[in-house]
């Protein structure tokens, strides 16, 4: 099983790192499931709007809500985020590998990715998740020590990726 996790220290640069290596693995001609986020921010200076890209060509889902500028409880639409992961479940048996935006909040709960993560590995997919500190803990009890943690290095992330890509189809 190939599986590993990336954490990047600023606000959204994991989805942005996540989100080029996800363009890099699909030039290179490779068929990967999951999402990338995209982050738009907002002319009323809210929050951005989260939306996730389906790998490998959509669709685009808004995975926010908009509850006002003062809200202070979280924004994500759990009814779009289980959206998304439908479609990156089915797409999962034509794919090279797993790329998840992240394992938040939802995942360390028990829902959103997590089903998909262990469906992924279960295949014999590598797969590659973007975390925060906060559901760090959840995140490597979930994944039983077996994670491999690279860093929020485009470059170090593709090398890592594509090595897993390539020993699987060895393997097959």
Partial sequence: M??????APGRGDTDL?????AQSVIQAGYCPAGTAQINTERADAGPCDMDVLVLPDGPKVRISQSLGREARG???DPEALESAVGIALARL???D???????????AEG??????????????????????????DAFLEFS??????VQPDAAE???????????RREVA
Avoid at 2 to 7: C, E, G, L, P, S
Avoid at 17 to 21: E, F, P, R, S, W
Avoid at 97 to 107: A, P
């Fill in 17 to 21: 790192v996540l989100h080029q290596v």
């Fill in 97 to 107: 590998c797993l790329i998840v935006n992240k394992f938040g909040k939802h995942e």
């Fill in 157 to 167: 992330i593709e090398d890592w990726l594509f090595a897993s890509i390539g020993e």
């Fill in 111 to 136: 829902r959103g990715f997590r089903s998909v993560i262990a469906d992924a590995l279960a295949l014999d997919l590598p797969v590659l998740v973007g975390l925060n500190q906060l559901n760090a």
């Fill in 74 to 76: 979280c924004r994500l």
């Fill in 2 to 7: 190939r599986i590993a996790y990336t954490m």
């Fill in 144 to 149: 039983g020590g077996i994670a491999q943690q």
């Fill in 93 to 95: 048996p034509v794919s």
